[in-house]
């Protein structure tokens, strides 16, 4: 069986070509060459309109069974049923933090399990440290387990200004950053097309996604051909229709990989950087051994930007590692010249890690300093921390990752998630 989410509408196209022509080879003028070449305009004509519809139903209409696209004839569709299938996830588990950001844990076909999660900013929210929002201490010190403001408001509420989709591209990760969970449970295999595309459908289904960004479970270029190819099918007008502003790729600095997604593809680039030496990057990613600062930068400044486009720096913020003013100084010189704006993360601790989190104090000082050098540069809030949001942490409790053993407390965070995953669903039973 095909997979209907591993086709781009082209190839579908292609596809549903044979049936144009069984019903038309009968005209006889099938045997002039001249009409013979209209026919097989008229023929593809056909199938790249029928390719549309059914990209219309699954995409837009969120229709996944062939005998409700009533528009299709019906000996199109029975082709459909026992040619071509529309892939699911199986939700494994769903938990909702009290600021919004909804996690999904999915089982997949040999029983892998992946992440992705929907991330809300409400349309009064600020992400600057100092800004509206509560800082993480002030947050701690009313007792509350995550950053971010408390919120009663429905995940498909009008009252979200975004509602950004983190997805994954590999089953675990490669890429063994020392500061990164998915990075200790190493990596099982690649997503397929439609395991990758089929996150965005099961999370529109759910919620009126406005963003995408390939920053879960993963090394998306890592993973450059089915990724590429998902993001073909994610921005098609007559699929899911997302803006090429709307959709970013990270990178931990594969290269080659890099020059080749410019080539295939125009999406947002985003670059965990997280170090402003070599010998510093080199420390926490085994990436930059192969490709240093210098060459990672050199493919950058080669990167394919449309007007008023810039590439977004991931840093990683750590304590006492690279959070000093000499590493902010550092970042504003590597930056130059660069269209870009800097996306300071603070990093969220998990069981295990050897670092730690900065304080608000450094992470705002940090900020202004790039600030008063007329560098764009926000702060990501920490979400979902009451669901264990951070990339890795519900597939190591409830799914099938290696190498969390490290993480001493996980069997109690185990407990206690299914006690309140339980206790939810008591309640909701009972309202």
Not at 57 to 63: E, G, P
Not at 325 to 348: Q, Y
Not at 401 to 421: C, F, I, M, N, P
């Amino acid at each position: 069986m095909i997979v209907f989410q591993s086709l781009t509408k082209a190839e579908l196209a292609e596809l549903l070509l044979p049936l144009s022509r069984i019903r038309s080879s009968r005209h006889p003028e099938a045997d002039d060459p001249e009409a013979a070449a209209k026919l097989e305009k008229k023929e593809r004509k056909q199938a790249a309109y029928r390719a549309q519809q059914i990209f219309h139903w699954v995409y837009q209409r969120f229709v996944t069974d062939w005998d409700q696209m009533t528009d299709l004839s019906k000996d199109l569709r029975n082709w459909l049923k026992e040619n071509v299938t529309i892939f699911r996830l199986t939700e494994k588990v769903s938990q909702q933090a009290l600021d919004g950001t909804h996690k999904f844990l999915w089982t997949l076909h040999d029983q892998k399990t992946i992440e992705s999660v929907i991330i809300p900013a409400a349309l009064q929210e600020k992400d600057e440290v100092g800004s509206d929002a509560p800082t993480e201490s002030e947050l701690m010190g009313q007792g509350k387990r995550f950053s971010g403001r408390e919120t009663k408001t429905a995940i498909d509420s009008q009252k979200w200004g975004r509602l950004t989709v983190c997805i994954s591209s590999q089953v675990g990760c490669a890429m063994a950053c020392k500061f990164c969970l998915t990075g200790v449970q190493g990596l099982d295999r690649h997503l397929q097309t439609h395991e990758i595309v089929t996150q965005v459908l099961e999370t529109r289904m759910r919620a009126p996604i406005t963003n995408i960004v390939f920053m879960g479970m993963g090394e998306p270029l890592h993973n450059l051909d089915n990724v590429a190819k998902a993001c073909q099918i994610i921005l098609d007008q007559d699929g899911m229709g997302f803006s090429k502003r709307k959709v970013t790729v990270s990178t931990s600095g594969l290269v080659p990989a890099i020059d080749e997604l410019g080539k295939r593809v125009d999406v947002s680039l985003a670059i965990s950087l997280n170090s402003t030496t070599d010998e510093q990057r080199s420390a926490i990613m085994p990436v930059n051994k192969k490709w240093n600062i210098k060459a990672l930068l050199d493919a950058c400044r080669r990167y394919p930007l449309g007007p008023h486009r810039r590439i977004t720096f991931e840093y990683v913020m750590l304590k006492d590692f690279n959070d000093s003013m000499e590493d902010a100084a550092r970042l504003v010189a590597l930056t130059k010249g660069i269209p870009s704006k800097i996306n300071l993360i603070p990093f969220n601790e998990h069981s295990g890690a050897e670092f730690k989190r900065p304080s608000d104090e450094v992470v705002k000082k940090f900020q202004r300093y790039l600030g008063d050098r007329n560098i764009t540069a926000t702060v990501r809030i920490s979400r979902g921390r009451d669901i264990l949001a951070a990339c890795g942490q519900l597939r190591s409790i409830f799914g099938t990752a290696r190498g969390t053993e490290k993480h001493k407390d996980w069997a109690g965070l185990k407990v206690q998630a299914v006690t309140e995953s339980a206790q939810a669903t008591e309640d909701q039973s009972l309202g």
